[in-house]
């Protein structure tokens, strides 16, 4: 399996689909009014309403007075004018999950696919200000065309797309089979942006693949937390461990994430009871999640492998399993996805506002976003490792495994 070509991140989080699927149930209803609204009412609407809120607004509606009256090109265009306030007041944030999405933009990030999932097969993260390209998927359109990790798209078919929002950028990437795509990308250690022409496909994004290695090591890679996650993973057990394999090793390296309970899902397998999360809202309370019971791997020796792209439900289900001392991770420091976002549809037609109302943390109470999971071994995979055949993290996977089975410390 192309493991390199998966391997150098820079978010994630999420799959194509999952950037739908991750945020599933969490749509609630907002009560801003609307922009129009705003926009026309006197400076002292907010005073007349809260003082306080007033004097803090007020320079913000001297400005709005100063260039009504001053501003050479006339009339403004007082909706922009707001929208582009609320862009600003989120990015005021200093968090690049939450977002603001004008009604344009809205529409398009949230029109469902149609007819299936025709692309070019790659995980990308849609978090940042422009569409990064995680790893093409293994066998896909966007591998034969020589898509890489790390590759920012800056254009599509000849058009600019550098400002906008990368959800809708990934929006255009979709389409029919069979039909061509030119992305425009900027690549790390190439000077100049690059076009590659790539032909859209049907995509079957893959759950998990699972075999005995030599030395009678059961294999398992996780591509995704999907739905059906923790049932593919247990049929997968299944399989397994009627072989009495000596360990299992899970790869978890460039899972994006996914759905939150397929991460408790997949957890319960390898931990019976006790805490796998711990939930850490704004105002300092805290939830936490236990194992679901009925492990069917609870004592079998685990390694788990992990990268700069495990992200998400990835560093809960690696979290726990390094906090709770049930396995050893073996890779590189993860992407460090641990936060909770609402999406918030404005009245009236004016978009919506994607805002993060909670953080994930281990059992032990550690901190994963814009931190990630330090392996409890390090071990590098680069391009030399590749070309080479070489997977070096696999290797010291099984170097563990191993040691452990003959009762080596």
Avoid at 140 to 159: C, N, R, Y
């Amino acid at each position: 399996m192309n493991k390199f070509l998966r391997n150098l991140i820079t978010f994630f989080v999420a799959v194509t689909l999952l950037t739908a699927t991750f945020y599933a149930g969490l749509w609630v209803g907002g009560n801003f009014g609307s922009l129009t609204n705003i926009a026309n009412t006197p400076s002292n609407y907010l005073t007349s309403s809260d003082p306080a809120l007033g004097e803090l607004f007020t320079p913000f509606f001297q400005v709005w007075d100063i260039i009504h009256e001053q501003y050479v090109d006339q009339p403004l265009d007082d909706v922009t004018l707001m929208q582009s306030a609320i862009g600003g007041l989120m990015g005021g944030l200093g968090d690049q999950h939450s977002s603001y999405m004008d009604p344009e933009t809205y529409r398009q990030a949230s029109a469902p696919l149609q007819g299936g999932y025709t692309g070019i097969g790659a995980w990308v993260d849609t978090s940042g200000e422009n569409l990064v390209i995680i790893a093409p998927m293994p066998d896909s359109p966007a591998e034969a065309a020589g898509i890489l990790a790390g590759d920012i798209v800056i254009g599509i078919d000849g058009k600019d797309v550098t400002g906008t929002a990368p959800d809708v950028v990934l929006q255009s990437i979709l389409g029919p089979a069979d039909t061509v795509v030119t992305l425009t990308i900027t690549r790390e250690g190439v000077e100049q942006p690059l076009d590659i022409s790539i032909t859209r496909a049907e995509i079957q994004i893959p759950v998990v693949e699972y075999q005995m290695l030599d030395s009678n090591i059961a294999y398992i890679d996780l591509y995704q937390f999907s739905v059906n996650a923790g049932e593919e993973v247990r049929k997968a057990l299944d399989e397994l461990l009627p072989q009495n394999p000596v360990g299992i090793i899970l790869d978890l390296r460039n899972n994006s994430g996914g759905y939150l309970d397929a991460a408790f899902d997949v957890t319960s397998l390898f931990i019976e009871d006790g805490p796998i999360m711990v939930e850490e809202y704004g105002d300092g309370t805290t939830h936490t999640y236990n194992a679901l019971g009925g492990a069917i791997a609870p004592d079998i020796p685990l390694v788990v492998l992990v990268n700069e792209g495990s992200a998400s439900a990835s560093e809960i289900t690696a979290g726990a399993i390094q906090d709770r001392s049930r396995g050893t991770l073996v890779g590189m420091t993860t992407y460090g996805k641990g936060s909770v976002q609402n999406w918030i549809e404005l009245e009236g037609d004016n978009g919506a506002i994607r805002v993060t109302v909670a953080r994930w943390l281990t059992p032990d109470s550690r901190q994963i976003n814009n931190v990630g999971l330090t392996p409890d071994v390090q071990v590098d995979y680069t391009q030399e490792d590749f070309d080479a055949g070489l997977d070096p993290q696999l290797d010291k996977a099984v170097e563990i495994m191993l040691a452990t089975a003959n009762g080596a410390s």
